[in-house]
């Protein structure tokens, strides 16, 4: 019988292609007290609008303004959060400030997330009344090396910035939380204002009822 010798060529393995791509996050800071329809407008417009990967929104602990806002509780602020994006895969909830506590400034969490995430470039989204504050932003020079920042057109407020930014257009709605919890404490409904998920929570537990 004739042998017969069959090669087989060895195995051979295949890297994986390799892509230069960088994630691209947008993150929009606030108090969220509680979060509403405007929020989640600008988040999730403005992730359409640049081809962010995701937009988180970052509730603040302790806001470093001078005026030091009245606030909730931080767990009822990350919860409303997390019943409002439940339904937008586009939309996150970072929780980074919360987890540190102490005045929440935008530089030392930037640090931390960048630290955290080295293959990520972030879009940090401001109104557009914001923006002529950004000098006074504790270490302002540094922190536009970090982010880049994304300014949300206002009516009336001036587009000049000696910082680069990124102007998007955006309908406006001139709506406020603490609009929501006055009207809350008043015995008025919210409906429209807000998720459904997060009236619901804010009723059940019977937040901003004592809100003048």
């Not at 329809?37 to 992730?47: K, P, R």
């Not at 005045?103 to 080295?118: A, F, G, H, R, W």
Request: charged share 25%; glycine share 6%; net charge negative.
């Amino acid at each position: 019988m004739q042998k017969v010798t069959i090669d087989v060529a060895p195995t051979v393995k295949v890297a994986p292609l390799k892509t230069d791509r960088r994630k691209q996050v947008g993150i929009l800071g606030g108090n969220f007290n509680p979060v509403h329809l405007m929020h989640l407008i600008i988040a999730d417009q403005v992730g359409q609008l640049l081809g962010l990967d995701e937009v988180r929104l970052m509730p603040e602990y302790l806001p470093p303004h001078v005026d030091a806002k009245k606030t909730i509780a931080p767990e009822h602020r990350l919860a409303m959060l997390e019943l409002a994006v439940a339904d937008n895969p586009r939309l996150k909830v970072e929780d980074i400030e919360v987890k540190r506590q102490g005045v929440s400034y935008t530089i030392e969490t930037m640090k931390l997330l960048k630290e955290q995430n080295p293959d990520v470039d972030f879009y940090f989204i401001i109104g557009g009344d914001m923006v002529a504050y950004l000098p006074k932003w504790r270490q302002i020079d540094e922190l536009i090396d970090l982010v880049q920042f994304v300014g949300v057109k206002r009516p009336n407020y001036s587009q000049e910035s000696p910082y680069p930014i990124i102007w998007v257009d955006i309908p406006q709605m001139d709506l406020s939380s603490s609009e929501i919890r006055r009207k809350i404490a008043q015995g008025c409904s919210a409906r429209y204002f807000l998720p459904d998920p997060v009236l619901n929570y804010i009723l059940e537990k019977g937040l901003y009822l004592d809100e003048i």
